[in-house]
């Protein structure tokens, strides 16, 4: 069975440090990969997405990037940090069969 | 882009009691999705129902696709249904993904 794993489970950065989180999928070959942010109202936000390794698109403007060394590895990254990048982040796989999202634990990211 | 309005945005209950849950969505989707987010925030997937009706134990979904619609029927709730109900839109974009749109959500309390 399909299992997504996303580390770590929660993170506390000073503003204007780097930031690095990572997804992994097992199970399935060539997933799509997805990263959703949601901020204190609840709702979910698309961020990037991707279809294969080196292949991303981005959603929204803003200061993260993304990156997908490996067919079953998906990476979120900045620079530098802002206090507005707080939130609960969450990758997400599914295949073009499918049809189906299936999400992972999630981190919580906290920018002081 | 897509809208994707739920209703009611909060909801509390007495264990035992059924409820309904709507999803109102303003364009035409290739796909729909129900999620419950535990405490914990993971999102735990419901139903895949672009159209018609399914059954899960005590939860049941329906979708009239023609009228932009989706509704989750919880009955005979429990303490352990608590969390936070999101409804998602699936777009198929170019290529072979699809992204999705989510609602707020509906905040459903269960009390013993």
């Known amino acids: 069975s399909q299992t997504i794993h996303q580390w770590p489970a929660t993170l506390v950065q000073p503003v204007g440090s780097p930031l690095s989180l990572e997804c992994t999928v097992e199970?399935?070959?060539?997933?799509?990969l997805y990263w959703y942010r949601q901020a204190a109202g609840r709702g979910l936000q698309l961020l990037f997405y991707s279809v294969g390794i080196g292949q991303i698109s981005s959603e929204v403007p803003q200061n993260l990037s993304a990156s997908r060394p490996q067919d079953r590895q998906f990476i979120l990254s900045s620079k530098k940090l802002l206090l507005s990048d707080s939130g609960f982040y969450l990758c997400?796989?599914?295949?073009?069969?499918?049809?189906?999202?299936?999400f992972g634990p999630g981190t919580r990211l906290t920018v002081l | 882009g897509i809208q994707v309005e739920q209703s009611p945005p909060d909801l509390i209950l007495q264990e035992g009691a059924n409820s309904t849950l709507r999803c109102n969505f303003s364009d035409s989707v290739n796909n729909l999705q129900w999620f419950h987010q535990n405490p914990w925030g993971q999102l735990i997937n419901l139903f895949y129902i672009p159209s018609g009706t399914k059954q899960n134990g005590r939860l049941s979904a329906t979708t009239v696709a023609t009228e932009r619609y989706s509704l989750l029927y919880i009955s005979s709730s429990q303490t352990t249904d608590s969390g936070v109900y999101f409804c998602?839109?699936?777009?198929?974009?170019?290529?072979?993904?699809?992204?999705?749109?989510f609602g707020k959500g509906t905040l459903l309390t269960v009390n013993p």
């Open positions: 997400a796989w599914g295949t073009a069969s499918t049809d189906t999202q299936y």
């Open positions: 998602a839109v699936g777009l198929r974009g170019g290529g072979s993904n699809y992204k999705l749109t």
């Open positions: 199970g399935t070959s060539n997933p799509n």
